[in-house]
């Protein structure tokens, strides 16, 4: 009986100890991972199996922190599917994809449009990495990525680095499909193929010249809702901007090329957006390029930056999102921790401290600097309200902004607008309308200058449209309209000190917004 009692108290205390080693072991976690553990739901056991694979194994140390990395910044990444809906929240059947080029499409959405309303795209299923991602995929993503680290051209990188552009298995929001072990073995030539060994310059043209040769930029892709996969991509060839730069990002860091994304939200002297790559050359300077297009050293960025921000996998404290309360709501974009600004790296950049004219909203802590982008103005940075200003930091210069508040989903003025002048100066933009004065108006957006043979300037208006000439007093005010004719200029009274859009009837918004110089000249913003 005695030797049974004993027994008993041997197991007893072997299960306390297990359970006291096993506790140990988790209180051992990052904080950042204990928390993304905690919100993996029933995919915490996988993801704890993907730790106890490296924790096991003394050798696999580096690829311990690695797996650390990658779950203690998984939260947030994700891939997100989309509908198409009618304003009522209706399904519609469009299926953007199926039309041979971009005018085609567009000109079946319009038409769809015209007899059911707008139509946009809403989130469908949020599919989060934490609750999905599988053991096979993780632990294969980490191990061939430390294969690649092997590469001659990377072995001067510092973990740090290659944690942050080497190690992510995904580039933005696309689903998760394994493409480090196809880009691995498609591009295994390229070591053999170099002249530098060192040079991840030269090993990364010799990929993007073999990409461009198969993928392609297509408008098309503008109105596909989410961003591709390696296996749409393979299907396509094609994509936009976004899909370039992730496919460069796939088959350059699957060989161990320290490869970003860099983007600006808005341009601020045109439409659109835009993404591209950047890389760490030899000397860990950066050296944009796009993917499947030009090459390192020979990409050229043309239309004026106002923010540049680049992607990355780790969260950022001095994102927006990290800082808020978090009732607060902010711009979408805005909303995520997953990007660092690096403006000053492109451009040289102003801090800009801005007095708001107009309270703010209840419960609105952060105000917003604006560009003029596609018809409306777009938030591109944010600063902290204290005592009636805030301070912008790191903004390009000789680009008009609009300082703003943004509440129930919509940009409120904070102020009027102004001039950032290159050398750091502002010039505020008020319309003074007790003083008009007669303009002479040539285009809608910037134009090169063409004279008829008796010197005089000819005006870029299409024959017999409508134009319509707003003028900004916290929104646009319209000062009236005018049809052209031939090659004549328009002409307005516009209010002195005034910031000017000239739109004509039916168009798509893209017309730039203007002032009028000493000279009566527009000067294009």
């Known amino acids: ?258 490869v970003m994304s860099d983007y600006t939200p808005a341009w601020p ?24 297009g030009d090459n390192p050293g020979e990409y050229k960025l043309n239309n004026k930056k106002a923010k540049v921000y680049r992607k990355t996998f780790a969260r950022q404290d001095s994102c927006l999102a990290m800082l808020k309360p978090s009732y607060e709501k902010v711009p979408r974009w805005l909303s995520g921790k997953n990007y660092t600004d690096v403006t000053k790296n492109y451009i040289p950049v102003f801090q800009v401290g801005v007095p708001l004219l107009f309270a703010p909203p209840d419960s609105v802590h952060y105000a917003y600097l604006c560009v003029f982008n596609s018809g409306e103005w777009k938030a591109i940075h944010w600063g902290k309200i204290n005592d009636k200003k805030t301070v912008f930091t790191d903004m390009g210069g000789d680009i008009v902004y609009l300082p703003a508040y943004y509440k129930n989903g919509k940009l409120i003025p904070a102020a009027h607008p102004f001039i950032l002048t290159d050398s750091g100066s502002r010039i505020t933009l008020c319309a003074d309308t007790l003083h008009y004065h007669p303009i002479k108006l040539y285009s809608t957006t910037r134009r090169a200058i063409v004279k008829a043979t008796d010197e005089i300037r000819e005006a870029a208006f299409e024959n017999g449209a409508l134009y319509e000439l707003f003028y900004w007093d916290n929104e646009w005010k319209s000062i009236g309209k005018a049809t052209a004719a031939t090659t004549k200029p328009l002409c307005f009274d516009a209010p002195e000190n005034a910031l000017l859009w000239l739109v004509k009837t039916g168009s798509n918004k893209e017309e730039r917004i203007f002032t009028v110089n000493e000279n009566g000249g527009q000067k294009w913003w």
């Open 269 to 292: 002297n045109t439409g659109n957006n835009h993404a591209w790559n950047a890389l760490l050359d030899q000397n860990k300077q950066v050296v944009i390029f796009m993917g499947d």
């Open 1 to 258: 009986m005695k030797n049974n009692q004993y027994k008993k108290i041997i197991w007893v205390l072997s299960l306390l100890l297990l359970f006291t080693a096993g506790c140990s072991f988790r209180q051992h976690y990052p904080e950042k991972v204990e928390n993304a553990l905690n919100n993996a739901k029933e995919n915490r056991q996988t993801l704890e199996q993907v730790i106890a694979h490296y924790a096991e194994n003394p050798g696999d140390s580096l690829k311990l922190k690695a797996a650390y990395f990658l779950i203690g910044n998984m939260e947030g990444h994700d891939y997100v599917r989309a509908k198409l809906v009618d304003t009522a929240g209706r399904p519609v059947d469009f299926t953007v994809l199926s039309y041979p080029d971009y005018q085609t499409m567009v000109a079946a959405w319009d038409s769809a449009e015209a007899q059911i309303g707008a139509m946009d795209f809403e989130r469908d299923t949020v599919i989060e990495d934490l609750e999905t991602i599988t053991y096979d995929f993780l632990t294969e993503n980490i191990d061939l990525a430390f294969e690649a680290w092997k590469k001659p051209w990377a072995e001067s990188l510092t973990f740090d680095e290659f944690c942050e552009y080497v190690l992510p298995y995904r580039g933005s929001n696309e689903p998760l499909e394994s493409w480090r072990g196809y880009f691995y073995d498609k591009y295994r030539w390229v070591q053999d193929s170099v002249q530098t060994p060192a040079d991840p310059v030269e090993a990364a043209c010799l990929i993007n010249d073999d990409l461009k040769g198969w993928y392609r930029f297509d408008p098309l892709f503008y109105r596909h809702p989410t961003d591709l996969g390696l296996d749409e991509m393979l299907e396509y060839g094609r994509g936009r901007c976004e899909d370039m730069t992730n496919l460069a990002i796939y088959a350059m860091r699957a060989q161990g090329i320290a």
